[in-house]
Nanobody
């Protein structure tokens, strides 16, 4: 069983920054893909960024250039550095791990960006 625990959310003004962390209970290099998703009220959960063991990274179009996903293999932790935050980035952010056919999710951390 893979457990994911997020932290780092909070309230920030537009233009500010937050750094989210996701601690994984297993070696993250054994996970096929680690990612961050977000879900705003009334909307579907959407992919924000993902990283694979090879180092391949993918970003959603509206965060590219503002958000950076990274990982610390020794700490089994994945990060999401979010800069130039906008009110429309307000959502619950979830850490996700895909291992073969299984999807694992954290409980989420709230990010609120005020205008």
């Amino acid at each position: 069983q893979v457990q994911l625990v997020e932290s780092g959310g909070g309230l920030v003004q537009a233009g500010g920054s937050l750094n989210l962390s996701c601690v994984v209970s297993v070696k993250i290099l054994t996970i096929n893909q680690m990612g961050w998703y977000r879900q705003a009220p009334g909307l579907q959960r959407e992919l924000v960024a993902s990283i694979m063991p090879s180092g391949y990274i993918n970003y959603a179009a509206d965060v590219k250039g503002r958000f950076t996903i990274s990982r610390d293999n020794a700490k089994n932790t994945v990060y999401l550095q979010m800069n130039s935050l906008k009110p429309e980035d307000t959502a619950i952010y979830y850490c996700n791990g895909k291992k073969w056919t299984q999807d694992y999710w954290g409980r989420g951390t709230q990010v609120t960006v005020s205008s």
